[in-house]
């Protein structure tokens, strides 16, 4: 761990299971990325449950995080406890995230900086398809529109975050049903999709940001077929020429 874990209280426990060596060293860089997300907070306090039902041959993984902005809460169920822990992580960090309390101005700053300059990079895109995404979809190359468009994945995933944490239904689904990242990968998919034919009179973040939505239903109502959209998505976009 860190050593700027000192201001996070740890209080960590298991019932009918163990936690596997590999399994802690995963779940610390889990802790340490929160914990560096809550960077002039305050003192925290995290508490992890992790449990086995026998009956249900299942685990549940809880976490609860209190800090001065106010207290966050996961819950995961699954049948392998490394999903059961990553997906609650997941769920917990873009609570924090969504919340935006805990985020210093000078980080919220750069991430529109970044998003501004992308803005000036494609001003070409929003008027002609001549553009470089224009041309990866035009070549159906979605690696490399990916590639191109990822500068705005910091802005994507707060966005995406902040619109989960409207809707109940969208919070319970995250965690349980899928990940605030299978959200963004879709969101990425459709713009791939339906990229010649946006509006031209919005910018592409104001587009992106209308994707959003769509994705989320997607992925709600065609959750197999959709998650096995995205995860052909990472394959194709991680792959090595």
């Given at each position: ?133 224009a041309q990866a979809v035009l070549a159906g190359d979605y690696q490399t529109f990916r590639n191109i468009i990822s500068g705005y994945e910091d802005w994507l995933n ?84």
């Amino acid at each position: 761990m860190s050593s700027k874990m000192d201001r996070m209280r740890l209080d960590i426990r298991s019932t009918n299971c163990d936690i596997p060596a590999d399994e802690r060293q995963r779940m610390e860089t889990w802790i340490s990325d929160l914990n560096d997300r809550l960077e002039g907070v305050g003192t925290s306090a995290l508490f992890v449950r992790i449990s086995f039902h026998p009956q249900s041959n299942d685990f549940n993984a809880e976490l609860k995080l209190r800090t001065p902005h106010g207290t966050f809460k996961s819950r995961v169920k699954n049948e392998y406890l490394d999903s059961a822990m990553a997906k609650s992580f997941e769920s917990l960090t873009a609570q924090v995230e969504a919340d935006g309390g805990h985020r210093k101005p000078t980080e919220e700053g750069a991430i529109e900086d970044r998003r501004a300059l992308l803005e000036r990079r494609f001003t070409n895109d929003v008027h002609a398809d001549d553009g470089p995404l224009a041309q990866a979809v035009l070549a159906g190359d979605y690696q490399t529109f990916r590639n191109i468009i990822s500068g705005y994945e910091d802005w994507l995933n707060r966005r995406v975050g902040r619109l989960i944490q409207r809707d109940p239904d969208a919070q319970l689904d995250v965690g349980n049903q899928f990940r605030i990242s299978d959200v963004v990968e879709e969101t990425y998919l459709q713009a791939f999709e339906s990229f010649l034919h946006r509006p031209h009179n919005i910018s592409l973040h104001e587009w992106l940001e209308r994707l959003i939505d769509p994705a989320l239903r997607a992925l709600r109502q065609n959750r197999e077929e959709e998650e096995e959209a995205v995860s052909y998505a990472r394959t194709v976009r991680q792959a090595r020429i």
